[in-house]
Structure formats: structure tokens, C-alpha cells
């Protein structure tokens, strides 16, 4: 168990290190601070079939002014205990990054994903696929276009959770790293678009709720290509699953 953990400390580590101080040398890079806060929600309809919602709220400087809200909603499928797919829609407002600017971006997305959990002792391993077709909305002087840019991108995310305490009430250790690569006609430069580590706690409220909180590095190219954003979020998510209690036929 304690090799797995150091394997993938090692590769994260690894990864962060290449990303930003082998890709961003000799370009401008910008820092920003965020506060990221979300709802994760699952409603099992039967043994297989569920829905699932989630919304984001990230603000600018702790709570400073906003950055972006999030919201999607899907249908998913679990395979086995261990596998699950879904696919859905989602839609994403960005506030203007550029100071005066009042019109916010709307970006639309279409996603498919799989996601396969596995333990190794104690050690329980999160691997999640996640293809976007993504439409962003272009903004020029302020004003909208009316036209769009469309991407594909490609997001691979591994997450390790271990307790670290005998009681399972109490806190366990996550670290969680994601990938995320881009292509269409839109890409000029490279397909990296970001990478996300994330380092925390996750809380076992009760069976249906639960919740996560930490540290997230975000490092994400921007779109002409020679300026980066490194960015420092601290995260809150929150995740609910319900079952759907079955009809008495009585």
C-alpha cells in the first residue's frame, strides 16, 4: 500500500515539475489566488441507472469578485461495482479577466466519461476519463461576436484517498492529479491546456454526504499560446448519492 502512495506522490511530483518548469520556461506566466466550491450529486434511480448534478462557484481572491460559475447535469450507467459511464451536458460562465471589462463568456459543453474505482488495501485508487466538446463564447472590446470557438479536450484524472487514522470517522488523506489536453482547429499552439493537483482531506459525513477540502495547483496555458496562469485554489466540494427508495406495491 505504501509503495502505491509513493508511486504516485512520485509521478504527480513528476508531472507538476514538467509541466511548470519544462513548458513554461521562457514564458510570462500570471498568479492568481482562488476560493473553488462545489456540490457533487448522484441520484440512483435503480441498481444501474443514475443522474447526476453538480455545480461550481470559483471566486477571484477569496471571494473577492468571481471568476466563473459552473453548473452540469448527466446520465450515467454503473457497469459493476467498479465502473461506471455517463454522459451529459454542462455550461460555464467566465467573468472577464480584463479589468472594466462587464461581459461574461459563455461557454457550453457536451461530455463522456468512465470512471473506475479500485483498492489496494487500505488505499482506495479513483480513475476518471472525461471527453468535452466544448463551444466558447468569443469576446472582443467587450462584446460579444457571435461567434464561437470550438475545442475538444481530453481530461485524465487519478485520485488516491488513505486513511490515516484507525477511526473511520475521522479525516482521510487525498491526493488527486488531472490531466487535461485539447485538440480541434481552434489549437494552434499545443494540446496542454491544464493541470490541476489537488492535496486535502476528505470527511465522511453520514452514508450520503460527504465532503473534501485542501490545496489545488492549477496550471493552465492561455490562448495565444506564450502566457501561462499559475494558480492557487482552495477547495471545498461537496458530495451527496441517493437512492431512490422503491415503490411499495402493497
Not at 69 to 92: D, E, M, T
Request: proline share 2%; hydrophobic share 40%.
Amino acid at each position: 500500500m505504501k509503495a502505491y502512495l509513493k508511486l504516485l506522490l512520485l509521478a504527480a511530483a513528476q508531472l507538476y515539475c514538467t509541466i511548470t518548469f519544462g513548458q513554461a520556461t521562457q514564458k510570462q506566466i500570471f498568479r492568481n489566488n482562488y476560493t473553488w466550491v462545489s456540490i457533487n450529486s448522484n441520484l440512483f434511480l435503480n441498481k444501474h441507472w443514475f443522474i447526476m448534478a453538480d455545480a461550481h462557484l470559483r471566486e477571484n481572491n477569496f471571494f473577492a469578485s468571481r471568476s466563473f460559475i459552473f453548473g452540469r447535469v448527466g446520465l450515467g450507467y454503473q457497469i459493476n461495482n467498479n465502473l461506471s459511464a455517463a454522459a451529459g451536458y454542462g455550461n460555464l460562465l467566465l467573468a472577464p479577466s480584463t479589468p472594466g471589462w462587464l461581459t461574461d463568456a459563455d461557454e457550453s459543453r457536451i461530455f463522456e466519461q468512465l470512471q473506475l474505482t479500485t483498492s489496494y488495501g487500505k488505499l482506495k485508487l479513483l480513475q476518471r476519463l472525461r471527453i468535452e466538446q466544448r463551444w466558447q463564447q468569443t469576446i472582443i472590446n467587450d462584446k460579444k461576436t457571435g461567434d464561437n470557438k470550438y475545442t475538444n479536450r481530453f481530461r485524465y484524472l487519478l485520485s488516491a484517498t488513505l486513511p490515516v487514522f484507525k477511526k473511520s470517522t475521522m479525516p482521510q488523506f487525498t491526493l488527486s492529479d488531472e490531466l487535461m489536453l485539447q485538440s480541434g482547429a481552434a489549437v494552434v499552439y499545443n494540446p496542454f491546456d491544464q493541470n490541476r493537483i489537488f492535496i486535502g482531506i476528505k470527511q465522511k459525513i453520514n452514508n450520503n454526504l460527504s465532503f473534501d477540502a485542501g490545496y489545488m495547483k492549477i496550471f493552465q496555458q492561455q490562448n495565444n499560446g506564450s502566457s501561462y496562469t499559475l494558480s492557487n485554489a482552495y477547495r471545498l466540494f461537496f458530495y451527496y448519492t441517493l437512492h431512490a427508495k422503491k415503490k411499495n406495491n402493497s
